[in-house]
């Protein structure tokens, strides 16, 4: 494939909707004027927003798929030419519509590490499969012959990896996974956001009339919100992890998921910054927990906070052996952590901050309604709780002398960073003068994140400990 | 590899100092709208008052905080890593081994230009670190090191 090409003619359904999706409003004026003059006069401009104009911006995109290099030309009244050697490409993301599964087409996005926010460098709506393909292809070839050029140029397939891990959701994990997912909780605090939204009339009109109810009423019409939430975000769980799928096949990981998009994601071992294990409140009491590849990409931006989720629900004891077949440089079995960690004595530390840091919100909002007290005590002893939390999951240790493993415990999450020496891109300590005097030090190790910084901040470790890890890493890492 | 930890050049000093002047001269511009404000619009005169305060207090702190904040300013440069300390009372420690470094950005504005100095910014796949001022000859030196490592066949590391 060395022509230059477009995409397929249904590739302009896509242009149109992003047409739609910005101009909307333009539709519904012309509607609602459908008889005055005016609103006549937009429909020009419609015929331009809606017609002209995609297709336009789908004939100015053109790809062209050469043995060194991914060409991508874009743009109508300033041409973009993309030229991506195929060793610095991230990700490959294809996804794949249910409306372009009967035309054997698909969308591939294809990321680099450049600081570029937030949108692919490569976006080609509809195309054939054997695009990516070749993609991929060349993309391994350039991954193991870096420099030899003549392997490269052969264009048809080299011997095909083994697949080397696979795994798929099966029922049980699958039900645990959706049924214990806290993303309700975000739709929850947009509904109170809405409730504070809404003109004071109204709300006073509702507090009378609430009144007249028992306290009960207005307990059962909270949880009936919050169960509604909470099937929504089931459902939509269902939907973006119907048969999820991971592989390993040579050297890449290839995650695919969804029900009315299918998408796929590839990336390359050596581009994984960190793998995560994390594990929000219901997921401990039932004991499992996500793995997570953290990349250089914004691929995997639809997951939870960037990152590729690999195997969704693991058991804590099968947790090592399952990732282990995936990214060979982890641990086979669940590492000590006790090398870092906050001692007895100083647990109390973490707890003190979460107070101040809950108490002068609760003081203002005790001292505006005196009447709510009860409730906004209730946070001082959530406070209370997360500082006990984050102490005693602070924990973390060396395995071998290119792994640093670290775990965390952030608002009822646990999270476990398995970084590779290699990828830690800078590491901090901070010591404030108190904490000099009780030999105590702050660790923080930053690696790249979709295209922002991850720190990850162990607090209150002893001096030792925290330098033992920036000895480490001042000396290694070269 | 252990180099002893240098401090910035001492002429940074006079330039901070500068500097805090010149915030002297912003704060008190504002506080001068503050007091326009104050006249024309009858805007409260507390305002006025603490911008005042303000603009008085902040440049003197930072003038007065110039020694401390010199003595515990710490640089080391060897040839595997940059290392940054900074505060006392809340004491930084940074490093960042050359083989992360992306890229390294000289910037000097006219007052470093004039003293021959210039604020070095190195930044990893995912962090930036400054250096606030280096002698020109010791930033060159250590943007040539980064980029001779840089051209010795390294290996995409992202």
């Given at each position: 494939m060395?022509?230059?090409k477009r995409t397929h003619p249904l590739g302009l359904l896509d242009h149109l909707a992003k047409s739609v999706k910005n101009w909307w409003p333009l539709l519904i004026i012309i509607l609602a004027q459908s008889q005055s003059w005016w609103g006549k006069l937009l429909i020009p401009a419609a015929i331009l927003i809606f017609v002209i104009w995609p297709l336009i911006s789908w004939w100015s995109i053109s790809y062209r798929v050469t043995p060194t290099a991914?060409?991508?030309h874009s743009g109508i009244l300033v041409r973009h030419h993309e030229h991506i050697p195929y060793a610095r490409i991230q990700t490959v993301q294809r996804k794949q519509w249910f409306y372009l599964a009967p035309f054997h087409l698909e969308e591939v996005s294809v990321e680099t590490a450049s600081h570029e926010d937030g949108k692919p460098e490569v976006r080609l709506a509809a195309v054939t499969p054997d695009v990516a393909a070749l993609i991929e292809h060349y993309r391994q070839a350039a991954n193991t012959v870096p420099t030899d050029s003549s392997t490269a140029n052969?264009?048809?397939?080299?011997i095909a990896p083994a697949v080397q891990a696979t795994y798929a959701l099966t029922t049980r994990p699958r039900w645990q996974f959706v049924l214990t997912s806290t993303g309700f909780i975000p739709i929850l605090l947009v509904a109170l956001g809405i409730y504070g939204k809404l003109p004071h009339n109204l709300i006073e009109r509702l507090g009378s009339d609430l009144a007249h109810l028992s306290g009960l009423f207005l307990i059962i019409g909270g949880l009936a919100i919050a169960?509604?939430?909470?099937?929504?975000?089931?459902?939509m769980l269902l939907i973006r992890y119907f048969h999820f799928r991971a592989t390993r096949i040579g050297d890449q990981i290839q995650v695919a998921k969804g029900l009315f998009q299918r998408n796929t994601i590839t990336v390359p071992l050596?581009?994984?910054?960190a793998v995560r294990f994390k594990q929000n409140v219901f997921r401990q009491w039932i004991g499992i927990q996500t793995a997570q590849l953290l990349l250089a990409s914004r691929a995997a931006a639809e997951d939870n906070n960037d990152d590729l989720v690999l195997l969704p629900a693991v058991t804590l004891p099968q947790s090592y052996t399952a990732l282990r077949p995936f990214v060979d440089w982890t641990p086979a079995t669940s590492p000590d952590l006790s090398a870092l960690s906050v001692t007895n004595g100083r647990r109390?530390?973490?707890v003190r901050n979460a107070l101040l840091i809950a108490v002068v919100p609760v003081a203002i909002a005790t001292w505006f309604w005196p009447t709510w007290n009860a409730l906004f005590d209730l946070v001082l002893v959530i406070a209370f709780g997360q500082g006990l939390f984050a102490a005693n999951n602070t924990g973390g240790s060396?395995?071998?002398h290119k792994l640093l493993v670290l775990r965390t415990g952030h608002w009822w999450t646990r999270e476990t960073y398995l970084v590779p020496l290699a990828k830690i891109q800078s590491v901090r300590l901070r010591q404030s003068i108190w904490m000099k005097r009780t030999h105590l030090m702050h660790l923080t190790v930053n690696v790249r994140h979709g295209n922002r910084n991850q720190a990850i901040a162990l607090r209150y470790l002893t001096a030792n400990q925290a330098e033992s890890i920036y000895?480490?890493?001042?000396?290694?890492?070269i | 590899m252990s180099q002893s930890q240098h401090p910035l050049p001492n002429r940074i000093k006079l330039i901070w100092g500068i500097s805090a002047i010149g915030s002297l001269l912003v704060l008190l511009v504002v506080t001068g709208l503050f007091w326009l404000a104050q006249t024309y619009w009858d805007w409260a005169a507390w305002l006025t008052v603490t911008m005042l305060v303000v603009a008085i207090g902040e440049p003197i702190i930072e003038t007065a905080l110039i020694p401390y904040r010199y003595r515990f300013t710490r640089y080391m440069i060897s040839d595997t890593a940059v290392e940054m300390q900074a505060g006392f009372i809340f004491k930084k420690r940074v490093a960042i081994p050359i083989a992360r470094v992306q890229n390294v950005t000289l910037n000097a504005g006219p007052l470093l230009q004039w003293r021959k100095l210039s604020k070095v910014t190195v930044a990893t796949a995912s962090t930036t670190h400054t250096i606030e001022g280096l002698e020109l000859t010791t930033a060159e030196q250590l943007r040539d090191q980064i980029m001779q490592l840089a051209r010795e066949a390294r290996h995409d590391q992202n």
């Open positions: 060395t022509k230059t991914l060409e991508f052969s264009a048809e397939p080299v169960v509604a939430a909470w099937l929504f975000t089931v459902v050596q581009r994984i910054q109390w530390l973490l060396l395995v071998g000895d480490w890493y001042r000396t290694n890492a | -």
